[in-house]
């Protein structure tokens, strides 16, 4: 036996005697125990530094109701007038309720070729009609254009967004900013080569996320045009919030603090208490932000 195959064997039987155990950070892969405090310096699953629009729970709504009890007063403690104004407010928003939704399936002609590819299974063709209902949607409500953001909540591989890149065609100054919580294989992002488009994808949960605080947001005041395909209905209320909480209202007015304690500690805020300055107001509306301009197009 020569000294190479020597050496080499002598090297396999230390291997052999070193024991590997799971990665405290993801345990799906393992690691050398004698071996740890280095992996971990390294490994792709540690936490990273928090970006600016990472805000614990901004999105997470109210946590516990108990929390604002005293706000909570009895009705026959009201006056008349504040009576009649609190039916107002129910009668308005209950109006609606009962009414039947309409199925509105639209369609685009940027997705006509792929829509008519022969090669196209029934999966493939499912999602694409459902991509194309949702472009027709969202031209319909003149939100297809130049100079905004479209922020695609549950991206995935950012298709749906591939699509509206495509539909924009010569749009000048668009940017999509793709929300997903996990990493995502084969993404569809490297395929876009429009010069006018930006796209930028945020690894984040829509619950932590202020858009507010998303660098092209803050700097251009872009309209927001918010759109998904994938959530489910709890990621939904997520981003229904993320868009009226982050991107209608300033973090800094709001101090930063999640909804549910701003609830709590804006006194002035206060239902009951505002109720006969609202009726001397007569429901004179309040003008939303410029950069309020939403579209969901969910597909639920």
């Given amino acids: 036996m020569c000294e190479r195959t020597m050496h080499h064997k002598t090297v396999l039987k230390e291997e052999n005697a070193r024991k590997r155990i799971l990665c405290p950070l993801d345990p799906k892969h393992t690691v050398y125990e004698d071996q740890l405090a280095k992996h971990l310096k390294k490994c792709n699953s540690r936490e990273k530094p928090k970006p600016d629009f990472f805000i614990q729970d901004i999105n997470a709504g ?65 999602h694409l009609k459902q991509q194309a209902s949702i472009l027709g949607n969202i031209e319909k409500l003149k939100l297809l254009g130049p100079r ?33 919580k996990v990493t995502t294989r084969f993404k569809v992002d490297g395929k876009h080569r429009r010069k006018n488009s930006v796209f930028e994808r ?80 007569k429901n004179v509306p309040e003008p939303l932000p410029p950069t309020l301009r939403v579209c969901l197009g969910f597909l639920l």
């Avoid at 591989?157 to 539909?167: E, F, N, R, T």
């Fill in 62 to 126: 109210l946590k516990d109701e108990t929390e604002i009890t005293e706000q909570m007063v009895p009705i026959s403690s009201l006056s008349e007038e504040q009576l009649e104004i609190l039916i107002m407010k129910l009668k308005k928003a209950s109006e609606g309720l009962n009414s039947t939704l309409k199925d509105q399936i639209l369609s685009h002609p940027a997705l006509h070729d792929a829509l008519n590819d022969p090669k196209n299974g029934d999966s493939a063709t499912k």
């Fill in 148 to 180: 905004r953001c479209f922020v695609e909540f549950g991206a995935g591989k950012g298709k749906l967004s591939h699509w509206v890149d495509i539909a924009l065609k010569d749009a000048e100054k668009v940017h999509f900013i793709l929300v997903e």
């Fill in 202 to 281: 945020l690894q984040i949960d829509i619950q932590h996320l202020c858009l507010n605080k998303i660098p092209v947001l803050s700097r251009e005041k872009l309209p927001v045009v918010g759109i998904g395909k994938h959530l489910c209905g709890v990621a939904t209320d997520l981003a229904l919030r993320c868009l009226v909480e982050t991107c209608g209202a300033s973090c800094e007015e709001r101090n930063e603090e999640p909804l549910a304690k701003r609830i709590k500690n804006d006194k002035a805020d206060k239902e009951i208490n505002t109720l006969a300055k609202e009726g001397s107001e």
